[in-house]
């Protein structure tokens, strides 16, 4: 089984500074001419930059070693060596780095365009021309150029999702997903079909385009380690608005929050913030209710949880529609509340 590529382990190394050149001007009116040995020019750096068309760190499984060009030697005539090109690493954006060794945070990639520089070039060495003096007119050595800097980097990606789809496994996430945006998420009639995250979008001619982010199902125990979802519910962090997808027709209606609490629980345990988000709550699948089932006692239970609730039917499209127009709704109305105030 592949698993999804958001956390990786890379080694990154600048180029080297290249060295200074030992050189002697020569013209047959001076034939022991001044030293005009040039610098060396110096090493490439290695840099990040996140960038719009990543999605994930799958091009490290293949790649995992980083190493820039080094500068060039100097040259007679003064003449500079020529600098070795920066080595630009594109990385999607949400993307945190790490050093691997000291786990210090060195940044988060969270614009278009952000860049990072992981790992200086060496600098170039000194020609013979700098080291004239009255008492050493013709220095006959020249600098080496210093290693570019070398270290190990550990990449972990946050995805950066409008919409956050969380649930037990065979709640109907993938369905979900797939009912709402154009996103082609695995489904099948049985626990775990998700195994990675998946993203999908939902686009309006006068908005912006929501990306939605569907995390692999939580069990009991998922901040622990068990099951899948606990590796990625950290892709829930960035996230504006979560939607609570509760499977209806596995309900009990004794104990009809049970679901909810088990799934909140879970949220908390992993960090005390997720919960805190805004939410909406999709009880799906009403599709598959039995006539006898208190359907009405149910949902009102949970409208008393003070969230928007919305029963519906991922296969059918059931008050679909509804839920998509206060998803939008929710995500502008946090974007009013997140923009600064205009001062007069």
Not at 91 to 117: I, M, Q
Not at 130 to 158: C, D, K, N, V, W
Not at 244 to 271: C, G, T, Y
């Amino acid at each position: 089984m592949k698993s999804f590529p958001d956390e990786v382990e890379i080694t990154v190394q600048a180029g080297a500074g290249g060295a200074g050149c030992v050189s002697f001007q020569r013209t047959r009116s001076q034939p022991r001419g001044r030293p005009d040995g040039g610098d060396g020019g110096a090493g490439g750096d290695v840099v990040l930059e996140a960038s719009q068309s990543r999605r994930t760190l799958s091009e490290f499984r293949r790649r995992r070693h980083f190493k820039a060009e080094s500068g060039r030697r100097g040259q007679s005539q003064d003449r500079h060596g020529k600098n070795g090109p920066s080595l630009i690493i594109s990385v999607p954006l949400g993307t945190r780095v790490f050093d691997a060794d000291t786990r210090e945070l060195l940044g988060d990639l969270l614009t278009p365009g952000k860049r990072l520089v992981l790992a200086k070039g060496g600098r170039g060495g000194k020609g013979n021309a700098h080291f004239t003096s009255s008492r050493l007119r013709s220095p006959r050595f020249a600098q080496p150029g210093e290693p570019g800097q070398e270290r190990r980097i550990y990449l972990e990606l946050h995805l950066l999702a409008d919409v956050g789809l969380v649930g037990a496994p065979n709640a109907g996430k993938s369905t979900l997903l797939t009912a709402l945006t154009a996103s082609k998420a695995r489904v099948a009639p049985f626990p775990f079909t998700t195994l990675n995250p998946q993203l999908g979008v939902i686009t309006r001619e006068d908005q912006e385009p929501l990306i939605l982010a569907e995390v692999p199902g939580l069990i009991p125990g998922a901040h622990r380690g068990k099951g899948l979802g606990h590796r990625f519910l950290r892709h829930l962090k960035r996230t504006r608005l979560l939607v609570q997808v509760i499977d209806l027709s596995q309900v009990d209606p004794h104990r009809p929050l049970a679901p909810l609490q088990e799934l909140e629980a879970e949220m908390a345990a992993f960090d005390p913030a997720l919960p805190a988000k805004p939410r909406l709550i999709a009880l799906n699948k009403i599709d598959l209710l039995p006539p006898d089932f208190p359907r009405a006692e149910v949902i009102k239970a949970y409208q008393e949880t003070g969230r928007p609730v919305f029963a519906v039917s991922a296969l059918t499209r059931e008050n679909l529609p509804a839920l998509i127009q206060v998803i939008w709704e929710e995500v502008i109305s946090l974007d009013h509340e997140s923009a600064p105030a205009i001062s007069e």
